[in-house]
């Protein structure tokens, strides 16, 4: 995720219960896993450790000590010409890991993964309900990122194509998972959260991709077509059905907001960026906020109220346009949608998005209107710059031999393949 991926979330409400969930489970749409060309996807199904069996410090210990935990979402794990494979983890408990390979029919768009991640997370939700216990399910599908995939029944069945029929399987999926919910009668002590992390990736687009609408570029951009989602917070009882929210939210603030379904207060010892949305999802109170944008360390953008402020401007390299590559296909707004990065950092371009949804349309800089939105864009990019902590980049440095080559459980299956050397390198990220 991004330094700040949130763009404007609308809240479609349901109903809830004046306590604490005992069931926090985000139903969170996940598109960033595989690559187009590849044939197989990883399923991931172990909350505590990495694919390689090595435990992993993404959960919080309070998560890990909490009532069970369990995710579910696509994830590589290695890629070659020679062994285009993705793997299947899983861990329950007393057995030992295994792995298997997944396949997704190139041809057809058939493969039987969301039926599998639905059927894990139903599992999972039984037998806590049996035992008693509280949860937490993170349920990060992935067939609606290329290579696009359907189960058989679905597939056929949109008039969108082979991406319309993943997004069915997906709404179909969700019902069931509420409806469990219902079976087992526990909506009421029960928050679910719909979202997804990026907009829809234009690359693969349209077969193998979804629309942006009316909002500029998509995924790997900083305009509102890469960043703007929606978001669906259910919970019974507590939450007004029917009402809609134009908070502006972050998925950062999933974290705060955790925290305070939990009754417990954030760290007190840093910024936390997150917001808790429990206000405006229980009491329709809205928070106003800024939300920066960035790509890499460069601060691209910053939302405020209805005012968007570019600082830069870029799409992709001319290289990778030239072969095809193309983050905004179809729109082309002159000095915006650039192939070289260009600083606005003296003069921003300043978009009111309830007017210029699209990005179209820079304000006039001799306006009152401009300025008046450059002074407040320009105090808050100062307070957020002053307590800013650089982290610790942990994407820099690349290394095939360190991939999953040989998971726990691949002797079994004869399916162990050998680590090439060793070689750690500076990662590439073009865009």
């Known amino acids: 995720m991004a330094a ?22 985000p139903a969170y749409g996940r598109h960033g896993v595989g690559r187009p060309g590849g044939i197989w996807r990883t399923f991931q199904r172990d909350p505590e450790f990495g694919p390689d069996g090595c435990r992993r410090d993404a959960f919080p210990k309070l998560l890990l000590s909490q ?11 290695h890629w070659t010409p020679a062994h285009p494979q ?3 983890h899983h861990q329950r408990p007393r057995q030992k890991r295994y792995y298997e390979e997944f396949p997704i029919n ?3 768009g058939e493969a039987n993964l969301t039926q599998v991640y639905l059927q894990e997370a139903l599992d999972f939700m039984k037998r806590q309900q049996v035992a008693q216990r ?3 399910l993170y349920w990060a599908i992935d067939a609606t990122h290329a290579p696009v995939y359907a189960s058989r029944p679905f597939l056929g069945t949109s008039r969108r194509g082979r991406y319309g029929d993943a997004v069915r399987e997906i709404d179909d999926s969700v019902g069931k998972i509420l409806s469990l919910l219902r079976d087992l009668r526990i909506t009421e002590n029960t928050f679910v959260f719909f979202t997804s992390d990026n907009g829809a990736a234009l690359i693969s687009a349209p077969k193998q991709g979804g629309s942006n609408g009316p909002f500029l570029c998509g995924k790997q951009t900083t305009f509102e077509g890469g960043m703007r989602e929606p978001a669906i917070a259910w919970w019974p009882g507590r939450i007004p059905a029917g009402q809609v929210s134009h908070q502006l939210g972050s998925i950062m603030d999933l974290f705060t907001t955790s925290l305070a379904l939990a009754g417990l207060a954030p760290p007190s010892d840093r910024v936390i960026d997150g917001l808790d949305l429990l206000p405006a999802m229980l009491r329709g109170q809205l928070t106003d906020r800024p939300i920066f944008y960035y790509r890499g360390n460069t601060l691209m953008a910053v939302t405020l109220g209805q005012y968007k402020a570019h600082f830069w401007t870029w799409t992709n390299s001319w290289e990778e346009y030239r072969q095809g590559i193309d983050f905004c296909p179809g729109q082309n707004v002159s000095g915006v949608t650039t192939h070289t990065q260009e600083e606005h950092t003296k003069l921003p371009l300043i978009f009111h998005l309830g007017r210029d949804p699209g990005e179209r349309y820079p304000l006039s800089f001799a306006s ?11 105090l808050v990019v100062q307070q957020h710059q002053k307590t800013l902590v650089p982290g610790q980049p942990q994407l820099n440095v690349c290394n095939q031999a360190v991939m999953n ?22 990662c590439s990220w073009p865009h």
């Open 134 to 136: 509280p949860f937490f």
């Open 405 to 426: 080559w040989a998971p726990p459980g691949c002797e079994k299956l004869g399916k162990c393949l050998t680590p090439p050397e060793s070689i750690p390198e500076k």
């Open 67 to 77: 009532p069970a935990v369990l995710t579910i979402s696509g994830s590589s794990a």
């Open 4 to 25: 700040a991926t949130g763009a404007e979330r609308r809240w479609v409400r349901g109903r809830g219960s004046p306590e604490a969930p005992q069931h926090p489970a």
């Open 106 to 108: 190139l041809r057809t």
């Open 368 to 378: 009152t209107e401009y300025l008046d939105a450059l002074r407040g864009v320009t």
């Open 86 to 88: 993705r793997l299947l």
